[in-house]
């Protein structure tokens, strides 16, 4: 997995001070301090050998010297000091940790335990805000879910589910090969490659009915891709369909449960939206529960399938106009 820039940062800002302190020290020993290899830490070093102060003098830049296989740096001063955590940074890992301790499936329970008792400790009164805050994780899944898929995830096992569509009103059994769990606004997610769609699919832990462990290698396979979550947990694909709805006021709920690509004011309080779907039987359920709140725009097939059905569910209670 590649390193992002902002995590060899903060490990080059912690290696200089305690490289000061340690001159000398044999470069697989450093290595293991920092948890790289020494050909990584070779690389953090030049990185070092070219840093410094403005100018970039000699006398500027950072001296690190490596050749015999001992580690000696010098003219480091200016960032000498180990980073300290300012009290805001305490008080945010503190809640922190402590919300981790209350999630049913965490791990290595006792290494967060380990972590927050050091780290209240060393915060001291100044940590005491932090019982005063408390974090709300949204709608908790049960618990047995939540650890089978944990358990999953750190065997590398498949995990076999009965999965809960609820716009079928369906229980799907899937094979599922587990990547990550994740906790994003307020629901938790598996990522995972579906065998069944072949594909990465996000499942929603609240919607699997059963889960289980299978004695099958759950490596998944070269092709699975994790989403990036800075552009949103739902990801336009190639087959998705563009819809177009007009919403009325007693409607503009719908852009803050789903994704919407478009957001128009129609100056009369209402919306008018476009959003992507690759399941054009959900988008069809949506539009029903809307009722005269919302109409589809665009496609127009879509848009009198839906009048098609509306008048059909109304015949039956004898209120069709045609």
């Known amino acids: 997995m590649s390193e992002s820039a902002t995590e060899r940062l903060s490990r080059l800002l912690a290696m200089v001070p305690w490289l000061l302190s340690h001159q000398g020290v044999p470069l697989d020993e450093a290595a293991t301090e920092f948890g790289v290899d020494e050909r ?30 001992l580690v000696y740096l010098g003219n480091a001063d200016a960032i000498s000091r180990p980073l300290k955590l300012g009290v805001d940074e305490a008080l945010a890992l503190i809640v922190g940790l402590r919300t981790l301790m209350d999630i049913p499936g965490v791990g290595d329970r006792e290494a967060v335990s380990r972590a927050l008792a050091k780290l209240e400790a060393a915060a001291g009164s100044a940590g005491e805000p932090a019982g005063t805050v408390q974090v709300s994780l949204g709608r908790i899944v049960d618990a047995d879910v939540l650890t089978t898929a944990e358990q999953a995830l750190r065997t590398r096992r498949r995990l076999h589910l009965g999965y809960l569509v609820p716009h079928r009103d369906e229980t799907t059994e899937r094979d599922v090969d587990p990547m990550r769990v994740l906790h994003v606004d307020g629901r938790w997610y598996l990522e995972g490659w579906c065998h069944r769609a072949e594909g990465v699919r996000l499942f929603r832990l609240d919607r699997v009915v059963s889960a289980a462990v299978l004695d099958v290698d759950g490596t998944p396979p070269p092709a699975a891709r994790g989403r990036d979550l ?9 087959q998705d369909h563009v819809v177009t709805l007009e919403l009325r006021p007693s409607a503009r709920w719908v852009v803050d449960y789903y994704p919407v690509d478009r957001v128009v004011e129609d100056g009369a309080g209402g919306l008018v939206v476009t959003l992507r779907t690759g399941d054009l039987a959900w988008l069809r359920q949506l539009a029903l529960r809307l009722g005269g709140s919302g109409r589809v725009i665009d496609p127009p097939q879509l848009a009198e399938h839906v009048r098609e059905v509306a008048l059909e569910a109304l015949a039956g209670y004898g209120e069709a106009d045609g």
């Open 40 to 69: 990584q830490l070779v690389k953090d070093l030049e990185l070092l050998f070219v840093c410094g102060l403005p100018g970039h003098l000699p006398d500027d830049l950072i001296e690190a010297d490596w050749e015999e296989g």
């Open 230 to 238: 800075d552009a949103g947990m739902f990801e336009p694909g190639p």
